[in-house]
């Protein structure tokens, strides 16, 4: 797949990502397999991964100002 902003090809790699589930809590997913531009630094997640994902983030607490999780696939 090649990167929408430089069109260079995607690598897959695996990166520790935060998504804000609140307006005071945050989550980081650790090693989580994104595709990264090698060039610009552009990532995207597949679609199979943010599912994933949101199923995780649906049954976090909010009331956590930090959680960090590991993806599992």
Do not use: W
Request: aromatic share 6%; charged share 30%.
């Amino acid at each position: 797949m090649r990167c929408y902003n430089c069109g260079e090809n995607l690598e897959k790699i695996f990166s520790d990502m935060p998504f804000k589930v609140s307006n005071e809590s945050v989550v980081i997913i650790k090693r989580l397999p994104v595709l990264q531009c090698p060039n610009c630094q552009e990532y995207l997640l597949e679609d199979i991964v943010m599912k994933k994902v949101e199923e995780k983030l649906s049954k976090v607490s909010v009331t956590a100002e930090l959680e960090i999780l590991k993806y599992v696939a």
